[in-house]
């Protein structure tokens, strides 16, 4: 029997005219039971995170993000060091069960052996958490060190650790090659989170050339057993776009 399909509302997306505590509770009125963040938490005191989530589950959250921030930039070792250390306190201290290190904008040669280094560090150094690394399409973030797929799954192959594990942001993998579901079959064993997004919109998910409806049982068939990360720009209040929610678990 597959797992019933469930939602994670990215707070770095959604509600993001709202301060981040609240953002928590409006995921919560809007019958979300999980969440991911940014570094917003990073920034927040972690009593009143837990407060505010009041058990709601966290999927997962970003290491520090900015131009200047990633594990692939060269000459920023001990910074990308300091921002993923700082993460997995965050992510230990408000219960989030992995941490994005990203690895930032940058064509450097040097840029994979830089993010493998990083990666098996922090995935030695936090056997509890799982490890994601995220593929960016160039349209959505140009020079992006990482952009696809594959690329990602040479990464992991280097690093060979089990808890580090690949982002699958939809939308990211439709804009740099298509197949999605190809190459989610393929590297189903090597992903850690999926996220979700209407194709060329990244409107609500029921928008846009990508149809969740075959998309996400083929997801569970596969093997992915996760939330589904709802990383998306609302076309008007998302409330008001949410009908997709519904349709989707119907």
């Known amino acids: 029997m597959t797992a019933p399909i469930t939602f994670s509302a990215n707070l770095g ?28 938490a990073q920034r927040e005191d972690a ?3 837990r407060d505010a989530l009041g058990g709601m589950t966290v ?34 201290a408000v219960g989030a069960g992995a941490v994005h290190v990203l690895s930032g904008i940058t064509d450097d040669a040097g840029g994979t052996d830089r993010l493998v280094a990083r990666l098996t560090e922090a995935a030695d150094a936090a056997t509890d958490l799982v490890m994601l690394i995220e593929p960016l399409c160039p349209q959505a973030m140009p020079g992006s060190f990482l952009t696809t797929v594959e690329q990602a799954a040479d990464v992991l192959s280097r690093v060979a650790r089990p808890n580090a594990k690949i982002m699958f942001d939809c939308f990211h ?66 409330e008001d776009g949410l009908s997709w929610m519904r349709e989707l678990t119907a």
């Open 59 to 92: 999927v997962g959250l970003n290491a520090r993000m900015g131009e200047d921030a990633g594990a692939a930039l060269p000459g920023r070792d001990e910074a990308a060091r300091a921002d993923i250390a700082e993460a997995i306190e965050t992510a230990r």
């Open 47 to 49: 009593a009143a995170v």
């Open 173 to 238: 993998v439709q804009r740099a090659g298509g197949d999605v579901l190809a190459r989610f079959r393929t590297h189903v064993g090597a992903i850690g989170h999926v996220q979700i997004a209407g194709g060329l919109t990244r409107q609500e998910p029921d928008r846009g050339e990508l149809d969740y409806r075959f998309l996400l049982p083929a997801f569970r068939e596969a093997g992915y057993d996760g939330p589904f990360g709802c990383e998306y720009n609302p076309a008007g209040t998302v």
């Open 13 to 40: 997306f959604l509600w993001k005219d709202r301060p981040f505590l609240e953002r928590i509770a409006a995921a919560r009125a809007a019958g979300f039971q999980a969440v991911e963040f940014h570094d917003d």
